[in-house]
C-alpha cells in the first residue's frame, strides 16, 4: 500500500530545471563582485580621484575672479576636467573588474564546475558582460552626479553664489551630451577589450597585462611611427596611426566638438 502511495505521489512531483537561469547568473555575478575586497578599493579610488580636482580648483589663486570674468570658458575647462578623469579612470576600473571576472574563473577553476552544471559558455559570457555594462552605467551616472554636485559646490564656495551658471548656453549642454556619449563608447571599447584579452588567454594574469598595457602601448606607437617618418619621409607611417585604438578614441571628443 505504501508503494502505491509513493507512486501515487511521485506522479504530482514536478521537476525543477537543474540549469541556472540567465538573470540568476548575472545576480550570482553581482554577488561577486561586490563581495571582493579589490571592488571596494578600486570604487575608494575612483571617488578620490574625481574629488581631488575640485579641491586643486578651489585652492587656485582669484578663482573667483576667473569665474565671473568668463564663466562658460570655465565651465568648459571643468568639464573638460571632470569628465576626463570619469572616462580616463572608469576604464582603468572597468578593465580591471572585466579580466577578474573572467579571468577568476579559469583561474580558481570554476569555470569547469559552472559548465557542468549546464551553463553554456556564451551563456556565461554575456551574463557577465551584462554584469559589466550595468556597472558601468551606474559609474557614469554616479560621476556625472558627484561632477555637477562638486561643480555646485565649488562656484557657490568661490564667489558665494551661482549667478555663473546664467552664462550657460544650449550649446554647451549639447557638448555635454556628446562627451557623455563618447564616455559611453570608450567604456565599451574598454568592457571589449578586457573581455577578449581574458578570453582569448584564459589566465587572469594574462587578461589583466595585455588589458593595461594595450591602451599605452597603442598610444607610444603614435610617437614610433612619427620617428619612423622623419627617418624615412614616408607618409606610410603617418598612415598607419589612423588604425590606432587609443589616439583615435583620444581625438573623437576634440572632433565632435569641433575643439570647445
Known amino acids: 500500500m505504501s508503494t502505491t502511495i509513493t507512486t501515487a505521489q511521485a506522479q504530482h512531483i514536478q521537476l525543477h530545471d537543474s540549469r541556472p537561469s540567465f538573470f540568476g547568473l548575472v545576480r550570482g555575478e553581482f554577488f561577486k563582485v561586490m563581495r571582493q575586497w579589490t571592488t571596494w578599493i578600486m570604487l575608494v579610488m575612483l571617488l578620490g580621484v574625481i574629488i581631488l580636482p575640485y579641491l586643486i580648483l578651489g585652492t587656485v589663486p582669484n578663482a573667483a575672479t576667473r569665474i565671473t570674468s568668463d564663466p562658460l570658458h570655465y565651465f568648459y575647462n571643468v568639464l573638460s ?7 580616463v579612470f572608469t576604464g582603468f576600473f572597468l578593465l580591471i573588474l572585466t579580466a577578474r571576472m573572467i579571468g577568476l574563473e579559469y583561474q580558481l577553476g570554476t569555470i569547469r564546475v559552472l559548465l557542468s552544471r549546464g551553463v553554456g559558455r556564451l551563456q556565461l559570457l554575456f551574463a557577465k558582460l551584462l554584469t559589466v555594462v550595468i ?11 558627484l561632477n555637477y554636485l562638486l561643480t555646485l559646490i565649488l562656484v557657490a564656495g568661490t564667489t558665494g553664489n551661482l549667478h555663473a551658471f546664467n552664462a550657460i548656453t544650449p550649446q554647451f549642454w549639447s557638448d555635454t551630451g556628446t562627451y557623455i556619449l563618447y564616455i559611453l ?53 603617418l ?17 565632435l566638438t569641433s575643439g570647445r
Open 135 to 145: 556597472i558601468a552605467l551606474v559609474l557614469l551616472v554616479v560621476g556625472l552626479a
Open 185 to 237: 563608447i570608450n567604456m565599451g571599447v574598454t568592457i571589449l577589450l578586457a573581455t577578449a584579452a581574458a578570453v582569448v588567454g584564459r589566465s587572469l594574469a594574462f587578461g589583466l597585462s595585455v588589458a593595461l598595457i594595450f591602451f599605452p602601448i597603442d598610444n607610444i606607437g603614435t610617437i614610433i611611427m612619427q620617428l619612423a617618418y622623419r627617418v624615412t619621409g614616408s607618409d606610410f607611417w
Open 81 to 87: 576636467v571632470g569628465l576626463s578623469i570619469v572616462r
Open 239 to 255: 598612415n598607419l596611426t589612423a588604425y590606432f585604438l587609443g589616439p583615435n578614441l583620444n581625438q573623437m571628443p576634440i572632433a
